[in-house]
């Protein structure tokens, strides 16, 4: 059983919906990752938090807006989204970034289907 | 450029067979070296790690990794699949010190029963 948590595990939405993909890490880590995993791509770093902070936000369009209340839970906010956008998107955490990520444990993902 | 190649995309075998899964990687810089697999319906997991030590690096279910750094790659190999191993295996690296992990596409391998 993972130690992190993502809801919904699927979603379907229209290029005109506004939804919210969240995150829950159970592991008492400080540090909580968006990825953007893409059939035949690698994942690609959308964001980055660290002890609740944003320290990397990787040219993600404006569409995606993520929120990290505390540092046990991430939440991905999604409006007017492009088909193009449609993946799996993975929540992770890490003990902390400093000395770098080390291991990095993952979500299940949500499957975001945009319509 | 920094990045992680993985030549092999889809690998098939029949149990008992040997794997090596291909990993070369482009960084300017010390790295840290990952593989990670995810098992159907299952999250991304960590198979092994290198950090530093002794290139030869051995990780959970029999699988191990060799760090070359002349080559740039560290190959996974298992000595003998099994029907249980059918999952897509990531390679990654990350600069020492850093998080920004950079992953390779992924390596789907089917093990025939």
């Known amino acids: 059983e993972t130690g992190v948590t993502q809801t919904p595990r699927h979603l379907v939405m229209g290029m005109t919906n506004k939804k919210s993909l969240k995150c829950e890490q159970h592991l008492g880590h400080n540090a909580m990752y968006w990825y953007k995993q893409s059939a035949k791509k690698p994942l690609e770093l959308m964001f980055v938090y660290s002890l609740e902070e944003r320290v990397e936000n990787n040219s993600v369009p404006s569409r995606f807006s993520p929120e990290c209340p505390n540092s046990s839970h991430l939440f991905l906010h999604l409006h007017t989204l492009q088909p193009e956008d449609s993946a799996l998107y993975l929540c992770?955490?890490?003990?902390?970034?400093?000395?770098?990520?080390?291991?990095?444990?993952f979500g299940e993902g949500s499957r975001l289907t945009v319509l | 450029a920094q990045s992680v190649s993985q030549h092999n995309h889809h690998v098939i075998l029949s149990e008992a067979a040997s794997l090596e899964l291909g990993c070369n990687y482009s960084y300017g810089g010390t790295v840290n070296l990952f593989w990670y697999v995810q098992y159907p319906g299952q999250h991304l997991q960590l198979l092994l790690k290198y950090f530093s030590g002794d290139p030869l690096v051995k990780g959970i279910k029999g699988f191990e990794a060799e760090f070359i750094k002349s080559k740039f790659s560290f190959n996974l190999r298992k000595p003998s699949v099994q029907w249980s191993d059918t999952a897509e295996y990531f390679c990654a690296v990350v600069g020492t010190g850093t998080y920004k992990y950079i992953f390779g596409t992924g390596t789907r391998l089917k093990v025939l029963a």
């Open positions: 992770a955490s890490s003990q902390d970034l400093a000395g770098g990520a080390g291991e990095l444990f």
